[in-house]
């Protein structure tokens, strides 16, 4: 219990265009675009598991 780690991954369709934006639009990113990016978003090599094991190293 002395040694909590937490670990937040907040991932999406926006990662594609490097920047992190909140939980809305932003300057960053036009609103066309960012409402279309979910077109690109296919995450289908995603392995929960896998991330879960490298952040316990």
């Not at 036009?30 to 990016?37: G, I, M, R, T, V």
């Not at 978003?41 to 991330?51: E, K, S, Y």
Request: aromatic share 18%.
């Amino acid at each position: 219990m002395d040694q909590r780690f937490g670990l937040f991954i907040h991932w999406g369709p926006v990662t594609f265009r490097g920047t992190e934006i909140g939980w809305s639009r932003s300057p960053s990113v036009p609103a066309q675009e960012y409402d279309n990016l979910f077109k690109e978003f296919n995450p289908i090599l995603f392995d929960a598991d896998a991330w879960v094991k490298t952040a316990k190293v």
